[in-house]
């Protein structure tokens, strides 16, 4: 799934090191340190970096700059994880994370990681849901500090995720991309792991929206899903459900339904990958009750079909107009 | 890069047979043969289920129905490729090749495989750039005919592809998705790919478009392309052009400077993982131009920023509106 940016629990941040020798012991790691440190001194709570995000206003600081740190920087990559599988990854984004020094992600992602990586090693440094600039800029820091780091998140770093968050925090902190030689390991999106286990819902153009209004306003989502449902685009939404954005949800029922038939067929794949992944096809017309249940939250992902989407023997399929040309 | 509809130049169906004990010998199998046959004996050429496709109203017919077949049906499975090198396959992927008896695909994308996989099969067939519904009717009937069959392209299945097309052909001989245990393996799409070249161009909401007016009508195709660059929506295009359709593209130039900044950062791809692959930034203003250049073909990919997106450093970034909550 994508980083996300809801944080509705308390969190902490954690490391998992899996060596005692370890140049950054995370979170609790002192600021003399000559690889880690700098933003990370002011305060000795586990804490301290995770708890600022639940709010509009955050208390999130990111102090460090790059003149803060002697070393020579280190390589600093962002890793597309894909699916949530072992086997969904690539092998470049497997020798990726086996290059560098440090791993830096979500705790969920990183339980997503094959064993010998985690093994490999020097440092992991994982943190719950929330915290995810305070995440990217703990992975910035120890790049700066002269490790190799790999930023993780499953699906592609360039969809909802922080590949853009890591050149922003290292602008701001007077580093450089070419300097950390950045790089960005691309990963399945869970639109299409989603679409692959729908069968073929979206094989014509399509859009992506994300229904969290934590970083964009709600108008500008409610007009995107106008144009999206009124141009015949197949949509993919990202982030439906939370108990802050239960309004989203409805309003984007009410927009679809607004543009489309009632029977337009609808792909819902909640938590791709995970042990309680659960798959179905529906029509347009039961999304809003849908909400209700446990299938729409945080980990779903809707795949809405357009005017030409079917459903054949338990697969949505979107036609893409071979039909009108071709006989078969 | 994507599959495509394009199909300028002569071609002719060939095989790489890999077995010489193979059941199934590609476009010169006799129709005696138990597993293969069907659709296969009305025509000795190799290339006459090929050359149909190159105008709008095609020869290619698909006659050859389930009930044709003798045999139990084998396993049929769409695998997306990933961005062009072996190692942007999925684990996944590759194990669903070793699987497989038989592998069909674009002759470019059987190219792509690894070694072993194509050592491992029983038999390739591989056709040249045109004939997919041929080619994808060849996975269908080898399916039907009882071997189990994967159908390759680069990108994801789902990614204007042929995850759907096998369902629909699938659909029309009268087999069904499940008897032929129908799978899609996701890859990494060409859009996904592209951008972790360019750095963060496509982190926010998105659009994906393609200028190939051989499916879909070009007012269709207009009218996406408005609504997309009003909306704010960052744009993946594919297909930007070919031969046939210089126009589109400069149609597509002109919608996108109607509503977006002259110097909204653009990422060109240019044959992407190939040995020809070319990376620019440009700035709108330079597309139409641009156009004029052997950067723009049939293999490239063009991803359009956003009003927020900003080159930094060599690198595209769309801000995902972090940096108005958070101070960094």
Excluded at 8 to 23: E, M, N, V
Excluded at 117 to 137: F, H, K, L
């Amino acid at each position: 799934m994508s980083e996300d940016t809801a944080s509705d629990s308390k969190c902490g941040a954690t490391t998992d090191s899996t060596d005692a020798s370890s140049k950054c012991g995370g979170s609790t790691t002192d600021a003399s340190s000559s690889k880690c440190g700098g933003s990370k001194s002011t305060d000795g709570s586990s804490a301290s970096k995770c708890g600022g995000s639940k709010s509009d206003t955050t208390e999130e600081q990111v102090t460090a700059t790059a003149d803060d740190f002697d070393a020579d920087p280190g390589r600093l990559v962002a890793v597309g994880l894909g699916p949530g599988q072992p086997s969904g990854m690539t092998t470049r984004a497997k020798e990726a994370l086996r290059a560098v020094d440090h791993i830096v992600g979500y705790t969920t992602y990183i339980d997503l990681l094959p064993d010998d990586i985690v093994e490999a090693a020097e440092d992991i440094y994982s943190t719950p849901m929330c915290g995810e600039v305070s995440r990217t800029e703990e992975s910035v820091d120890r790049t700066l500090a002269g490790n190799d780091v790999a930023i993780v998140g499953s699906g592609d770093p360039n969809v909802y995720a922080l590949g853009g968050l890591a050149l922003e925090i290292l602008e701001s902190k007077g580093g450089s991309a070419s300097a950390v030689d950045f790089e960005v390991v691309p990963g399945v999106p869970a639109a299409q792991s989603c679409a692959a286990r729908l069968g073929a819902p979206l094989v014509n153009d399509t859009v992506s929206i994300s229904l969290s209004d934590h970083l964009t306003p709600m108008p500008t989502i409610e007009s995107r899903l106008h144009a999206a449902a009124k141009e015949g685009f197949t949509i993919a939404i990202y982030n439906p459900w939370s108990r802050k954005r239960r309004d989203n949800y409805e309003k984007c029922c009410e927009i679809l339904l607004e543009h489309r038939d009632p029977e337009t067929p609808v792909g819902v794949v909640h938590a791709a990958g995970r042990e309680d992944e659960e798959t179905e096809i529906v029509e347009l017309r039961d999304l809003p009750e849908l909400g209700e249940t446990d299938l729409i939250d945080m980990t779903t992902t809707l795949l809405v079909g357009n005017d030409e989407t079917y459903v054949w023997d338990g697969r949505m399929v979107t036609p893409r107009g071979y039909e009108r040309k071709y006989d078969y």
